[in-house]
């Protein structure tokens, strides 16, 4: 006990700081980024083309987007999630003895953050890919992980869910996506108390219903997002394909995005795609003068 007052931890003379640090950054930025990319997801919903839009509107940042990824989104959430396992880790709970609803939502509030950080991690490693450079890429795309192609985002969106039979992926996004919710929804209302905003019961209360009415609605978008990525078929995504790369020749010229090629879907090429036919000069020379689109 004499050690715990004379000579304490880096975090139990700055716990104050930390703690609503670490409940500021869980709301913004990871909890603003979050509405914005399930409302995002949820417009393939409406059509591919609105998602498309959307998605070439995110990455018009260019150069700076990895920096904007980094610093307002990964750095922000490992250190939201490690120093939540953490707390997580020393958190006395007491569900067994008292039974009151805000007992178990203290409680479901650390078990939904560790299954939401665990889902996070491989929702990023799956579709992202988390870094971007060759070596390491070449490792982790024959796994199928870094998925996703942003000048083709409907299509292998959908491809990367049927991945692994096509069951895998929908029923963990699915656990995966509804912690995340409940956390940033509950999470609401411990913030408020971690910064003094709703002390009396009266208070407390009206926060909690404001919480819970803010986790059905994003519930409804982010369930909205899960199905419009889960529901599409193999030859959905094959039309999606065909309308992206229409966007993308158009957006192209007029200036929108620039020619990236590592963002877009790569038809993989085989021997037997390639025919005598195909390969002989007169063939050459009848394809450069027909529609490139074609």
């Given at each position: 006990m004499a050690n715990l007052t004379t000579n304490p931890s880096f975090y139990l003379r700055h716990e104050f700081a930390i703690r609503r640090f670490h409940s500021l950054i869980g709301i913004v930025p990871l909890g603003l980024y979050m509405v914005i990319h399930l409302t995002t997801n949820a417009s393939l919903m409406n059509s591919p083309e609105s998602f498309q839009r959307a998605v070439y509107m995110i990455h018009s940042a260019g150069m700076a987007l990895p920096l904007i990824e980094w610093g307002g989104i990964f750095l922000p959430l490992l250190f939201h999630g490690i120093l939540g396992i953490w707390i997580a880790k020393n958190a006395k709970l007491n569900t067994g003895h008292y039974r009151f609803t805000g007992n178990r939502r203290y409680a479901w509030q650390r078990y939904t953050g560790i299954v939401a950080l665990v889902y996070l991690f491989f929702h990023i490693l799956h579709l992202h890919g988390w870094f971007h450079f060759g070596p390491y890429l070449e490792v982790i795309r024959p796994l199928q992980f870094a998925a996703f192609k942003p000048y083709n985002a409907a299509s292998t969106l959908v491809e990367s869910m049927n991945q692994w039979g096509g069951f895998v992926w929908p029923a963990f996004y699915l656990v995966g996506v509804m912690c995340c919710v409940y956390h940033l929804a509950n999470g609401l209302w411990t913030a408020g108390i971690t910064w003094g905003l709703w002390i009396?019961?009266?208070?407390?209360?009206?926060?909690?219903?404001?919480?819970?009415?803010?986790?059905?609605?994003?519930?409804?978008?982010?369930?909205?997002?899960?199905?419009?990525?889960?529901?599409?078929?193999?030859?959905?995504?094959?039309?999606?394909?065909?309308?992206?790369?229409?966007?993308?020749?158009?957006?192209?010229?007029?200036?929108?995005?620039?020619?990236?090629?590592?963002?877009?879907?790569?038809?993989?090429?085989?021997?037997?795609?390639?025919?005598?036919?195909?390969?002989?000069?007169?063939?050459?020379?009848?394809?450069?003068?027909?529609?490139?689109?074609?």
């Open positions: 009396t019961p009266a208070a407390q209360n009206r926060a909690s219903k404001v919480s819970v009415v803010f986790g059905v609605i994003l519930s409804v978008i982010a369930l909205s997002a899960w199905w419009a990525a889960v529901a599409p078929s193999s030859e959905d995504a094959i039309r999606y394909r065909e309308i992206e790369n229409r966007m993308y020749e158009a957006n192209l010229e007029s200036g929108v995005i620039l020619d990236t090629p590592e963002k877009r879907y790569e038809e993989a090429t085989t021997e037997a795609s390639v025919t005598p036919e195909t390969a002989s000069p007169t063939a050459d020379a009848d394809s450069s003068d027909s529609d490139p689109l074609q």
